[in-house]
């Protein structure tokens, strides 16, 4: 495609689509699309938490744990945990459970960690 002029517009290819319509559309037309499509509606916040990845520094820091104590109390390796919250690892979803289980109820975990086989 040849390079407009210095100061002139250059004008779109032709590809069988007029996109003058869609060029006069307001922010509000585009947003009243939007709202009417039913395969784009917004996620509610209970799908917007479940959505959410438990993020093992903020549990950990959340339960006042330094990394050693976690690792220790949870049975998480060490350098696993390290590599999670430093982002050279993403926790398997066998991980984000357990850690979503340890944010809700730590206690309950310690427990079950304690008692016997």
């Known amino acids: 495609m ?4 210095k100061g002139k517009v250059a004008s779109k290819p032709a ?3 007029d996109w003058t319509k869609f060029d006069a559309l307001t922010n509000s037309d585009i947003l009243k699309a939007a709202r009417s499509d039913p395969d784009a509606q917004p996620l509610s916040d209970p799908q ?5 990845r438990p993020d093992p520094k903020v549990v ?5 744990m330094s990394q050693e ?3 220790d109390v949870f049975g998480i390796p ?3 945990l390290r590599d999670w919250e430093q982002g050279r690892a993403e926790p398997d979803q066998a991980a984000r459970s357990y850690l ?3 944010a809700h109820d730590p206690k309950i975990v310690r427990e079950a960690l304690k008692a016997p086989a």
Do not use: C, E, N
């Open 60 to 64: 950990r820091r959340a339960l006042g």
């Open 15 to 17: 590809r069988g689509h």
């Open 100 to 102: 979503k289980v340890i």
């Open 2 to 5: 040849r390079m407009p002029a």
């Open 69 to 71: 104590q976690f690792a």
């Open 78 to 80: 060490i350098g696993t």
């Open 48 to 52: 917007l938490q479940r959505m959410r």
